[in-house]
């Protein structure tokens, strides 16, 4: 019999956070106490405003087919909120809707990426990004980074790893899983590169929002307008907005670009679905306290986990600046042996270990690209936290050599 499956599928591995977060959930429903510090997603409900919105748009029969690219308005409240939130300009026909701006990364890179191309991907970087460079038969080639350096590579480091075949880069800021910012000098020195290179800039802003500095969103074209031509932004209302569900992201850039997404698309899922589609509508146009309160509620909680972990010893991690996330160093516990024997030789083997003896999930930084952190989300209450804590440092006295 001939081979059913595709080279392409055999060769990809499974999201690593949605793994860990289904295997707490399993583990929970069979009434364990797991904490669960892995989940990528704000422990909030959505707003009551935007499930009304919702719910009116379901009554009134808004339940069809809309344009593949999204419904004209929600088009053009996602440019008016990149002007007020960036102060840069564009037309709706720059707009493509999507299923969450995973789709909108996916559907980017299938249409901009091809067999040997190269795309230059930051580390630590989001489980998904290799995988869905991959899938367009690019090659991802990660730049490494630091937890000295708040993991803000250097652009030598970035320069070195561009090649005559290097086509794009994918920036994160704020960053999952370390939940860092870039900073703008940063951003200034990476532009300056991208303009000299030719380089196709995907800035994946989902998190902009979620900066504990107070400062307004920034990314690579707050700094360089000038790269308009080069940059497709973005985002949605999964993080920000505690829609994680509802499944709406978009994609914003060159128009040229936009379109070919919006065939894409036309040829996968169609159009996002209408009645999230009215929801996401009214989280842009509604009421913005929300977001503030939940990124009030984050920055505590940051501050919490960060002086709570910086007690333990040997764990090291730069302070979070943003996200729900921190990106914390274990390996001081590698070559140590747990109760039964066994060796702690990477992030795997100790993310297993805590689930199993603290009964806390977390997430190994190897599905990250560093593989001598954890991934711990503060997505959850300040008990929940300071409880997730407590067990992981009890069960880090348990090691031994």
Same mark, same amino acid.
């Given at each position: ?25 399993a ?24 499930k ?12 069809r087919y ?6 004209p308005?929600?088009?053009e ?24 701006a ?10 901009l ?17 290799p ?24 652009i030598?480091?970035?320069a ?46 989902i998190y ?38 509802? $499944? +709406?992201?978009? =994609?914003i850039?060159? *128009?040229e /670009?936009?379109?070919? %997404?919006? @065939? #894409?698309?036309?040829?996968? !899922?169609?159009n ?26 984050f ?37 140590r042996?747990t ?8 992030s ?26 954890? $991934? +711990?989300?503060? =997505?959850?209450?300040? *008990?929940? /936290?300071?409880?997730g %804590?407590? @067990? #992981?440092?009890e069960?880090? !006295?348990?090691?031994?050599?």
């Amino acid at each position: 019999m001939k081979e059913k499956l595709a080279t392409r599928v055999k060769q990809l591995k499974p999201s690593a956070t949605l793994a860990v977060n289904a295997k707490a959930k399993a583990l929970k429903a069979k009434g364990i106490d797991i904490i669960n510090l892995s989940a990528g997603e704000p422990d909030f409900d959505t707003p009551e405003h935007i499930k009304a919105a919702a719910i009116k748009a379901i009554e009134e029969g808004f339940t069809r087919y809309t344009p593949v690219a999204g419904i004209p308005e929600l088009r053009e409240a996602v440019v008016a909120r990149l002007e007020k939130d960036y102060g840069l300009k564009y037309e709706p026909e720059q707009v493509v809707v999507s299923c969450g701006a995973k789709q909108a990364l996916f559907n980017l890179a299938q249409a901009l990426f091809e067999e040997g191309d190269e795309v230059l991907i930051l580390a630590p970087y989001w489980v998904s990004y290799p995988p869905i460079v991959e899938l367009s038969g690019a090659k991802p080639v990660i730049v490494p980074s630091t937890k000295e350096k708040n993991f803000e590579p250097d652009i030598s480091d970035i320069a070195a790893a561009c090649t005559p075949k290097t086509k794009g880069i994918i920036v994160n800021s704020p960053s999952n899983p370390t939940g860092q910012i870039y900073s703008t000098g940063f951003l200034k020195d990476l532009a300056g590169l991208c303009k000299e290179k030719g380089l196709i800039v995907i800035s994946d802003d989902i998190y902009d929002k979620l900066r504990f500095d107070g400062k307004a969103p920034e990314n690579i074209l707050t700094v360089a307008p000038d790269l308009k031509d080069q940059v497709i932004m973005v985002n949605g209302v999964s993080k920000t907005y505690a829609m994680t569900g509802w $499944r +709406i992201g978009w =994609a914003i850039g060159p *128009e040229e /670009i936009i379109a070919a %997404v919006s @065939r #894409i698309q036309g040829q996968s !899922t169609s159009n996002a679905t209408s009645v999230a589609q009215k929801a996401a509508l009214e989280a842009l146009l509604g009421p913005q306290d929300c977001v503030a309160e939940m990124c009030k509620a984050f920055k505590r909680r940051a501050n919490l986990l960060y002086e709570e972990v910086k007690k333990i010893p040997g764990l090291e991690l730069p302070k979070p600046m943003g996200t729900f996330y921190a990106f914390i160093d274990f390996s001081a516990y590698y070559g140590r042996k747990t109760p039964d024997g066994t060796e702690i030789k990477d992030s795997l083997s100790i993310c297993e270990y805590l689930l199993e003896e603290a009964k806390v999930a977390t997430v190994p930084g190897v599905a990250f690209g560093d593989d001598r952190c954890l $991934r +711990i989300s503060f =997505a959850s209450a300040d *008990e929940e /936290i300071l409880k997730g %804590v407590a @067990r #992981i440092s009890e069960a880090l !006295t348990k090691l031994s050599y």
